[in-house]
């Protein structure tokens, strides 16, 4: 169970919480496809394609689809400065999100601070509790935050401001490689799928 735990984390990496950059990355040679959509209007969705380019490198793109507008393309960048040591120091990233300048979010350079406190009890399975933090400039300026707290390896709670608004939801891992996110913004419900490989 706890192998099985640290696993899963090694394969949950990634750039943002939910929308709000964090400290942490896609793994080198490891890719990761998400798609999301709104439950009440099923056309507007946006899908992710992260990739592990280097150890300290990941680039992510987005293809934004809404109902009344074209399909828009754009990608994140983000360079991992440090790696996070659970309980002793906070990871450091540099990046920029929509370099593009397509989506709803605009471009944002931006640094982020992770820090991940070791959970050790039956229950959580050893999944860490992530906190991040960072502030952004360029279409956004403003100070972003975020959080993931484990309620087992399995159920995870996830809520972030990205300075234009706060988004909330929950996670479930039905593989160790696979989770389903239901997420809360801007009075709409969205579903998420999650799929991480490596090659």
């Known amino acids: 169970m706890v192998g099985g735990a640290v696993g899963l984390c090694s394969l949950s990496f990634a750039d943002r919480i939910i929308l709000a ?28 394609l992260g990739i592990g380019v280097t150890k300290e490198i990941e680039a992510e793109f987005i293809l934004d689809r809404m109902e ?33 300048d397509r989506t ?28 991040s933090l960072g502030f952004g400039v360029g279409r956004r300026n403003g100070v972003f935050v975020g959080a993931m707290i484990p309620f087992t390896w399995q159920f995870r709670l996830l809520a972030d401001h990205n300075i234009q608004g706060v988004s909330a939801g929950l996670e479930y891992f039905p593989l160790h490689n696979a989770s389903v996110r239901w997420i809360f913004r801007d009075g709409q419900s969205q579903l998420g799928i999650r799929w991480t490989t490596r090659w």
């Open 21 to 48: 950059p964090n400290a942490l990355k896609v793994r080198n040679q490891q890719a990761r496809l998400e798609y999301d959509f709104e439950l009440t209007r099923h056309r507007n969705a946006r899908a992710y």
């Open 68 to 100: 009344t507008k074209p399909d828009l393309a754009s990608l994140n960048l983000s360079y991992q400065f440090v790696p996070c040591i659970a309980d002793a120091a906070p990871g450091i990233s540099f990046g920029v999100q929509d370099l593009m």
């Open 104 to 131: 709803i979010e605009r471009r944002m350079f931006y640094t982020a601070f992770t820090y991940r406190f070791g959970m050790d009890g039956q229950y959580n399975s050893n999944t860490p509790l992530e906190l």
